[in-house]
């Protein structure tokens, strides 16, 4: 630090000492407050400073407020979240703009009342999309309440929106796209202009956070920046060094088919040792796993393009190098072509036609939906682009969530995975489930799989063990229940449970079989129910079986159950809705809307969580 001079400075000399003795103790928090204040002052804003400060450290927190009437300092941070990433994100940039002396509100948008919204100036939206453009559950009332009537006009606000999504997807970020776009319609004026992220979303989370705390700096001197590393170990684990980009090397334990013999489908228990990892997860947590490609796709891939597998190619920021064929199979998606990277190729090959199909989004849509990169590569004689070229503009490959299966104190320092092997056929060549194939054929005891845990705060066990609870889970949707059951069993919680299950045949596809029963014998589990939709004429489902228990399970409502879905979103959870809005119609004597609010009401008082993909 430069000493300030009478002769390099406007101070006179006792001002000169004065700050020559100030300036070198202050902390960085304090420089940027004085610097703040001082920024206030100059516009004559500033009021007397708070008297007491520095009673027993003689330091100044960073935290506390200049009234500055023309510029709010307070700031709301609103999160929608599915599986977590939107949380972990608001919770790192509420922390980042406390830390600049701002008065932040985190919240849910589920725990937000929308009436709210007329007394905030700034507000930030960090936002996933679920499904075909849905909003994640929480985020729903919000969402709905912004495109009604009853909507308010927003002239005073400012805001940002961060969204989150996957290019993979035809409406991509398209929550975020909804509520960047109503807002401004009704007066709001963007601080910075919404982030959309993919899958691999730390740098532009970043980047979107560093703009924003520039745009407040200029009034209320907030500085610092973020880091794609701060991002990261924001939506990770606890205190563990492994994350989703530093995941951890978890041994294989134990790799079973739990299908019967003769069952047409295939059904992986999964056993993963976290021994020193110092990762922790909760029931209702999932966790990452980084998959590798088939080695029959990379090996045809390479074929097609006609590249040398040896050739060495820069995979990462860092400059790290491996050759062509394990870029391919550990670093970058290839049975997915999104319409970015679609993009991207048909600029390294104008005269393929590939632009051709990108300019119309239908049918770009319907061919891609059958397509992986081996077949784009051949459609559109792509062979001769140069492959570090080629694989430039290819995405990372996302890990794959799984709901965990196991409870952690039913089985220290393990976790536990049911996975469903995902093979069919298309165009006339086998295709695969990138990481669920890969767990069946690939992997044995003794071998590792790079993981991480994703926690999910939006599926979680009610806090009061007394509390019933409700789960629907078909099929591998099952999972998280076995890790609930698990958990109640070690904890000695009493709350009734009710568990719907189903599948396609009970004597070879009845998943974790005696561990119900043991669990229905012990008193653990309260009562089951089963639909094996294939071993009788007429097809049945875990719907079916809950409308045949209406009464029933309107009772458990009414004494303040909680409803857990898990499984198949397109059908499997838009059934069981329909189903507990018919239970509530005819054993409430609800209207529809009615039973509507009801299930909203569920919602928002944490009773009704859905874990669906």
Sequence with gaps: MVELQVTNSPFNQEQVELLNRLIPTLTDGQRIWLSGYIAAFQSGTATAVQTGLAQQTGEIPASVPVNTPAISREVTVLYGSQTGNSIGLSKKLAKKLEEQGLQVTLSSMGDFKPNGLKKIENLLIVVSTHGEGEPPDNAIPLHEFLNSKRAPKLDGLRYSVLALGDTSYEFFCQTGKDFDKRLQELGGTPLVPRVDCDVDFDEPAAEWMNDVLASLSSTTAAAGTVSSEAITAAVSSGESQFNRTNPFKAEVLENLNLNGRGSDRETRHIELSLEGSNLDYEPGDSLGVFPENHPRLVDELIAAMGWNADERVTVNKNGDQVSVYEALLRHYEITAVTKPVAEQLAKLSP?????????????????????????????????????????????????????????????????????????????????????????????????????????????????????????????????????FLGEREETGAEGKTWLFYGDQHFATDFLYQTEWQRWLKDGVLTKMDVAFSRDTEQKVYVQHRMLEHSKELYQWLQEGAAVYICGDEKKMAHDVHAALITILEQEGGLSSEQAAEYMTRLQQEKRYQRDVY
């Design 351 to 483: 005269e393929s036609g590939l632009a051709a199909l990108i300019a119309n989004d239908a049918e770009f849509r319907n061919v891609m939906n059958s397509c992986d990169l081996l077949d784009v590569a051949q459609d559109y004689a792509l062979k001769g682009i140069p492959a570090a070229d080629f694989l430039a503009v290819l995405r990372k490959i996302p890990a794959r969530l799984y709901s965990i299966a196991s409870s952690s104190k039913s089985y220290p320092d393990e976790v536990h995975l049911t996975v469903r092997t995902v093979r069919y056929e298309a165009r006339g060549r086998e295709r695969y489930g990138v990481c669920s194939v890969h767990l069946a054929e690939r992997i044995e005891p003794g071998d590792t799989l790079p993981v991480y845990i994703q926690h999910n705060p939006n599926f979680k066990l009610p806090e009061n063990p007394d509390t019933p609870i409700i789960m629907v889970g078909p099929g591998t949707g099952v999972a998280p229940f076995r890790a």
